[in-house]
């Protein structure tokens, strides 16, 4: 990664701060508890099913899952087809209903594209059975941001039981152009719920706007959780390929105070190998970035954040902490550049709240065949 759009060598330069804005939470945002037990009747408050809150969602948003249909993906013959992108060739531009592809399991060699004109899409997989959509584009063939197995640029988009991989062999050090994104999420008003990301380098390009990731794993060793987007992680798996030299997790985005994004980490467990992981590193010089309830293990660097040898970033780059658990969460000899969070600091990012999530967050699908 080198800047939003051009992304062309393993050595490169990137960022993490703290909004400066203040977020306002709406009246019916609740923030996560402290006590992880208690996620699910959290989850259950504030995320409703789509017949108690008709009145609160956005009303397009009613309107397309009240229309709601569902097309079998199965490679066996025995759905409407066989590939995921023929599925998606079926939806019409300017779609308004929520289309269910149901996608049996199987590794599906496909790089996928979920058009912009095509809203309102989800894949849906068994649990326990989840479908692999697969493929090994890299940077040197695609460019970084196109080489993702599975693109989304459409809104509403959901994603449930569904393994997303770049198969792409892990980069060497001295090679350019070994970046491979798994993921590519452009959309605005996006979920992903028990969805498994793996990949090295650039794993997850959370590139723009608001989306929420629940009960996922996200696999990486360099940069693995990047872009611009305004998300939400919530009790997932953030696991570190940590074995060869310096690894960092996050690279957020954000250029100024004008925008508004942000990664907010909250009840996961940062999983991994080696000892040497920072949290995240600077990229622009007004990223945001924080981890809250988390279980660290003993894979990090004892600073755990870096400006990446751009001081210019310090007064304004914010790498925020609070109530962090584990060996890993150890702040002595943090860098100084983060910010131990105070409860009110940390509350607007500890609810959907933070991505005006009351307005469009669905529990997960349960299509029915």
């Not at 390009?205 to 629940?214: E, G, I, T, V």
């Not at 998300?231 to 004008?258: H, M, P, W």
Request: glycine fraction near 10%; hydrophobic fraction near 35%; proline fraction near 5%.
């Amino acid at each position: 990664m080198a800047s939003k759009y051009v992304y062309c060598s393993i050595k490169v330069t990137l960022m993490v701060v703290f909004l400066t804005t203040q977020v306002v939470l709406p009246d019916d945002d609740t923030p996560m508890p402290s006590d992880k037990t208690e996620l699910g009747s959290w989850f259950q408050s504030n995320v409703g099913t789509l017949r108690k809150r008709k009145g609160s969602l956005d009303p397009k948003l009613v309107a397309a899952e009240e229309g709601a249909k569902v097309v079998k993906v199965m490679q066996d013959g025995s759905g409407e087809y066989k590939t995921i992108s023929d599925a998606l060739r079926s939806i019409p531009s300017g779609n308004t209903m929520r289309v269910i592809l149901y996608i049996g399991p199987g590794n599906y060699h496909e790089k996928i594209t979920v058009e912009k004109t095509k809203p309102f899409v989800t894949f849906y997989g068994k649990p326990g059975n989840m479908p692999n959509l697969t493929y090994d584009g890299t940077a040197r063939q695609y460019g970084t941001v196109d080489s993702a197995t599975l693109i989304v640029l459409s809104d509403y988009f959901v994603a449930a039981n569904i393994i997303i991989s770049n198969s792409a062999p892990r980069p060497d050090e001295n090679s350019v152009g070994g970046q491979a994104v798994a993921l590519r999420i452009s959309g605005d008003k996006a979920t992903f719920y028990n969805c498994e990301l793996y990949g090295y380098q650039d794993t997850l390009l959370d590139d723009a706007n608001r989306h929420f990731f629940k009960d996922c794993l996200i696999q990486g060793y360099v940069d693995y959780i990047f872009g611009s987007g305004k998300s939400l992680y919530v009790n997932c798996e953030i696991r570190t390929l940590g074995d060869e030299g310096f690894t960092f997790i996050t690279a957020q985005a954000r250029k100024n105070k004008q925008e508004d994004n942000g990664f907010s980490f909250v009840h996961c467990e940062l999983t991994g190998t080696g000892s040497d992981t920072y949290l995240g590193r600077a990229w622009f010089g007004y990223s945001t970035v924080i981890f809250a309830y988390c279980n660290m293990a003993n894979i990090f660097n004892k600073q755990a954040w870096s400006d990446n040898n751009h001081p210019e970033f310090d007064k304004t780059l914010y790498f925020g902490e609070y109530k962090n658990r584990g060996p890993g969460s150890d702040v002595r000899g943090r860098s100084p550049l983060a910010k131990q969070l105070s409860e009110s600091e940390v509350k607007p990012y500890l609810g959907i709240g933070m991505i005006e999530g009351s307005k469009w967050i669905l529990p997960p699908p349960t299509p029915k065949l």
